[in-house]
């Protein structure tokens, strides 16, 4: 019941007073440390009342439960160093990691703590000291191995063609070697060895993201923009497709080509993920993550709706004419994609001047210049206009999870011995079993100093805007035009005063 009493404490929005019987409920506790106490048992969805008020974004709960681990380690004068508790924010010995929780939710309000004492620090360390050499290297690593696929992609077994040509409009010279045909020769073998490492890399990716899927969930971990959920389906569907193309080689199945620049795309799409690693490029990510899967995910059922239509009706319009003078809309599927190409101004509209156009293409053409170019296109810039100042203003806050976010993965998939635990054992000083870190503090008396003034300042203006109003409200209608140029002379009089209190604090200062 206690245990309960304190989750509900969390969730109160009256913080100082939740605060205060949270510190009533654990005077009456027995069992004030270990297993046994009431901060550690968790809820029914794992979460400790310390975990559950950093989901909650509880920063005013989470501020007092830290002031109540924390351990004033020595003072001198302005300095001072205090050992606060990480045992439940690391995330190297936590199966369900308070950062990654952090990450996680969708409340903003949650990931203001990444900007607190102690996890701002430790999260700083920990990325200052493993967390960027490792992805620097994991970048570079994956650069290199996208250079190996495309140039096995290139140099792919191919043929010249034997067989006689069915149609006019068949433009192939070379095919697809046979299994048998393709690892003749030295740069065959060497192709091979391309192949083999991509074929391996692919194993690897899925090897290491299929744990996480089962341990997150496919919704969460898909789901989420700054745990780098689409970035995740790309990499899977990449990997999927080298595995698809390896049994089309060994099957000696035609057709390799799509599987193959599938990967290609969705491999070097990827790279974008690593673009989190650094400050400049970071936010630009999350911009096109929620572009692609907000405003134009919308955007695109619309588009797809009008140039079903558009693309029917000029198809319609052309079926009776000669394809060789205007074969932009010789077939179907032909004048999908020309409209699709005229949607977005890629090219102009087909004309021959030799030949005489169709009355109704001029029409319909004129119809689909208006919604598509002038109206839809515009629409859609305006769409990630708005996204885009959406996203500016909380930029920084978004780069900051990201870089939690990537610690973390880093932390969980390299072995121990890469990543040693950070902080001080509590030993060391005393404190039982738990790790603590160290934070130097310099408190400056100057800063508290000009608080007071300012907060002086601020009365003072008060009481005076006060008196005049009351004077203002008991006079009658008469008085009213002498009231209130006397209560401009008491604010100017007030300005003055202040004025020349600010200037005793610069010169102090």
Known sequence: IGNTILHILVLQPNKTFACHMYSLILSYDRNKEG???????????????FKLAGVEGNTVMFQYLMQKRKQNLWSFGPLSTVLYDITEIDSWAEDQSFLELIVS????????????????E????KWNMYGRPYFCFLALFYILYMVCFTMCCVYRPLKPRTSNRTSSRDNTIYVQKML??????????????????TVIGAVVILVLEIPDILRVGAAKYFGQTILGGPFHIIVITYACMILVTMVMRLTSTTGEVVPMSFALVLGWCNVMYFARGFQMLGPFTIMIQKMIFGDLMRFCWLMAVVILGFASAFYIIFQTENPE??????????????????????????????????????????????IATLLMLNLLIAMMGDTHWRVAHEQDELWRAQVVATTVMLERKLPRC???????????????????????????????????????FKAQDRDNYDKGSEKLETNGDTLCKKELSALSLSRNTSRASSHRGWEILRRNT
Not at 122 to 125: K, P, R, T
């Open 35 to 49: 297993p046994g106490s009431l901060e550690l048992i968790p809820n029914n969805e794992g979460l400790s009342p």
């Open 122 to 125: 430790l999260v700083s360390l």
């Open 180 to 197: 048998q045909e393709s690892y003749v020769a030295y740069e065959d073998e060497l192709r091979l060895v391309g192949e083999l490492i």
């Open 418 to 456: 890469l990543w040693p635990r950070s902080g001080i054992c509590g030993r060391e000083f005393g404190l039982g079993d738990r790790w603590y870190l160290r934070i130097e503090d310099r408190v400056d008396p100057n800063k508290h100093k000009m608080m007071r003034y300012t907060e002086a």
């Open 325 to 370: 003078n205007l074969g932009q809309f010789y077939n179907y599927p032909m004048s999908l994609f020309t409209t699709f190409e005229l949607f977005l101004t890629i090219i102009d509209g087909p004309a021959n001047y030799d030949v005489d156009l169709p009355f109704m293409y001029s029409v319909v053409y004129f119809a689909f210049a208006i």
């Open 105 to 120: 939710t969708k409340k903003r309000e949650a990931r203001q703590i990444l900007d607190l004492t102690p996890v701002k």
